[in-house]
């Protein structure tokens, strides 16, 4: 069964402090990773999407990277406008051909201080 | 490029009545969409997946007679709950996935459903 775990479950970061997410996965046949923000009420907003170990992304103050076991969201100098949930999902094959499963992990809240 | 719309975004309904929500992807074709119930604090779980033309494949546990989908064109996708129940409030979100992109999902702005 494919799974995503994410750590920490909350980060408090002062504004300026610069850290990182962490999702770990376990699935199959990696399709693609991806990387969301998720605001309280909201859809998720795509971030990212990653596809092999070593590539790399970058938006603004937001850089995802991946490895063969977990991809890391690396803030930098982070706002409070960043403050939101972040969550990552990897896309697999399931058991039925030509059915890609998304599966997302349970996502970090952060909380970006003035 | 890549919206989807969501309607509506709040609903507020009787117990046993039914409540339709739609999916739209605004500037592209979706192949695949799919529906998600998000509780709070927990993070989204996929309900089920529907392509255009076809009937919707169902994650285990999940009531097919309960939540119709309907994937009646590239652009829109509806879910309907049945007989609602207060168990049936929930956050929820549908996501679509274009035939030009990579496979990512985009989603919508998901509906607020509280049955009282």
């Known amino acids: 069964e494919d799974q995503v775990t994410q750590s920490p479950e909350a980060l408090r970061l002062q504004e300026g402090e610069s850290s990182s997410l962490n999702c770990s996965y376990t699935?199959?046949?990696?399709?693609?990773l991806f990387w969301y923000r998720q605001d309280p009420g909201k859809g998720p907003e795509f971030l990212f999407t990653?596809?092999?170990a070593g590539e790399e992304k970058e938006k603004e103050r937001l850089k995802a990277t991946l490895t063969k076991k977990e991809s890391f969201l690396h803030i930098t100098a982070p706002k409070p406008e960043d403050s939101a949930t972040y969550l990552c999902a990897v896309q697999a094959r399931s058991g039925e051909a030509g059915y890609q499963k998304v599966t997302f992990g349970t996502g970090t809240k952060l909380q970006v201080i003035p | 490029g890549a919206v989807v719309s969501q309607h509506p975004s709040w609903v507020i309904c009787k117990s046993g009545t039914s409540v339709k929500i739609e999916c739209r992807s605004l500037d592209f074709q979706a192949t695949t969409m799919f529906w998600y119930r998000q509780f709070p604090k927990q993070s989204l779980m996929l309900m089920a997946t529907s392509n255009e033309g076809s009937k919707a494949t169902y994650e285990q546990g999940v009531e097919k007679d309960k939540f119709l989908i309907n994937h009646a064109s590239l652009t829109l996708s509806t879910l309907t709950v049945t007989s609602a129940h207060p168990e049936d409030s929930s956050f929820y979100i549908c996501?679509?996935?274009?035939?030009?992109?990579?496979?990512?999902?985009?989603f919508g702005e998901g509906s607020r459903l509280t049955v009282l």
């Open positions: 990653l596809y092999s």
């Open positions: 699935v199959s046949g990696l399709r693609g």
């Open positions: 996501s679509a996935r274009s035939r030009r992109t990579g496979g990512e999902l985009f």
